[in-house]
């Protein structure tokens, strides 16, 4: 299923990747604005993995994917839909290790996902949540051409969370 870019592999999650889940679930931007996820060892990374990707490509036939440089197949984050039970459409994901920010591949991986999904899983709408503070996501966000929609509550977020639609 591997969608290329110029500079970027995005391709499906396997249990082997769990060592770099681990990883990204625990840089401190993960955790202040999306979640802390409470995985502290690699038996944890599994169960994400298994529980969240792994399910949701068999269920939905899409979810997270890893996103690696086509350089020299470094994993730097994950980039996918997500179809959560509380939003109607499904949802634009990402997270990328710290020490990738601000080097566009939020915006290059993002617009692979999308053209992907409605190239080739007929999605038509796609919607995306982010904190009220996280600027960056926000920017990949109108960069990919989301429009803010305001603020939305979601069960199971102790904050309000902005809601941006993407319509073809």
Do not use: W
Request: charged fraction near 25%; charge should be negative; glycine fraction near 12%.
């Amino acid at each position: 299923m591997a969608i290329e870019t110029d500079r970027l592999v995005i391709d499906e999650f396997g249990l082997g990747d769990a060592p770099f889940i681990l990883e990204l679930l625990n840089e401190p931007d993960f955790i202040k604005y999306i979640a802390d996820k409470g995985v502290r060892d690699v038996a944890g990374a599994e169960l994400y993995l298994s529980d969240g990707p792994l399910k949701s490509y068999a269920k939905h036939g899409f979810g997270l994917y890893k996103v690696t440089l086509k350089s020299d197949g470094a994993p730097i984050g994950m980039c996918g839909l997500i179809r959560r039970d509380t939003l109607a459409f499904p949802d634009l994901g990402y997270a990328y290790l710290a020490s990738h920010h601000r080097r566009g591949y939020a915006s290059e991986a993002g617009a692979a996902v999308l053209g992907h999904a409605r190239g080739r899983r007929q999605v038509e709408r796609v919607v995306a949540i982010t904190s009220l503070d996280n600027d960056g996501s926000i920017r990949v966000l109108e960069n990919l051409g989301f429009r803010d929609e305001g603020v939305i509550d979601i069960p199971g977020y102790d904050t309000p969370s902005r809601y941006f639609v993407n319509d073809p």
